[in-house]
């Protein structure tokens, strides 16, 4: 995939520098952001602004081309968040340390499963960004 230096610049914009899933800043994280198809190219996902977003490295390599997976509280097969057509705080809410993030809906559960949303090495830097006051991002 190709994604041309203009079409980067208006999704690093349009995202705010931050992966549309989990929010990490690109900033925080120290790493360029990935380019992810939401849907993916093997599903005939096109690269284009209406199907593009800014993925940290930990969402991206996690999600891969999965769209849908079982909620593990319903089980109930979902599609997963859509950055673009859903709203994150209708999804997902920050525990009370604001480090761990919560689903609220069978696709926002879903979703952090897959993309391994609070895996441990992302939890113990989102700590320490939030003691530097520098996490979790305004919505």
Not at 22 to 38: A, F, K, P, Q, Y
Not at 67 to 82: I, S
Not at 131 to 137: L, R
């Amino acid at each position: 995939m190709s994604v041309s230096a203009e079409l980067r610049l208006l999704l690093a914009e349009r995202d705010k520098n931050r992966c549309a899933y989990c929010l990490t800043s690109e900033e925080n994280c120290g790493l360029r952001m990935h380019v992810d198809h939401i849907k993916p190219e093997t599903a005939g996902g096109k690269t284009t602004l209406a199907n593009l977003c800014l993925a940290c490295f930990s969402c991206n390599v996690h999600k891969g081309a999965t769209q849908q997976r079982a909620d593990p509280l319903t089980r109930e097969t979902v599609f997963l968040f859509h950055p673009l057509r859903q709203n994150w705080n209708d999804h997902f809410c920050w525990d009370e340390r604001r480090i761990k993030i919560i689903g609220l809906t069978p696709c926002g559960r879903a979703t952090i499963l897959t993309l391994q949303m609070n895996n441990s090495t992302v939890v113990k830097a989102r700590h320490r960004w939030v003691s530097a006051g520098w996490h979790p991002p305004v919505l």
